[in-house]
């Protein structure tokens, strides 16, 4: 009986995901029930001319706690 209630949940979730790694990711594929697993593809961004990637120790110095 929770079963669609489930999917709906795991399908929030890579939306909100999708959401929130908009600005850095691509959805290749949208979610799809596979058997009882709920699938999605995302692969990296494309970069903006001229950016150069800080490494993650910059980005931890440069965010204020």
């Known amino acids: 009986g929770l079963e669609p209630t489930d999917q709906e ?3 929030r979730l890579l939306d909100r995901l999708v959401q929130d790694l908009a600005a850095q990711a691509n959805v290749e594929q949208n979610p799809l029930m ?3 697993q ?3 593809m995302i692969a990296p961004g494309k970069k903006k001319p001229g950016s150069v990637a800080k490494p993650v120790a910059d980005v931890a ?5």
């Open 61 to 65: 110095q440069a965010t204020p706690a």
């Open 38 to 40: 709920m699938v999605m």
């Open 9 to 11: 949940i795991g399908r």
């Open 34 to 36: 596979e058997g009882r």
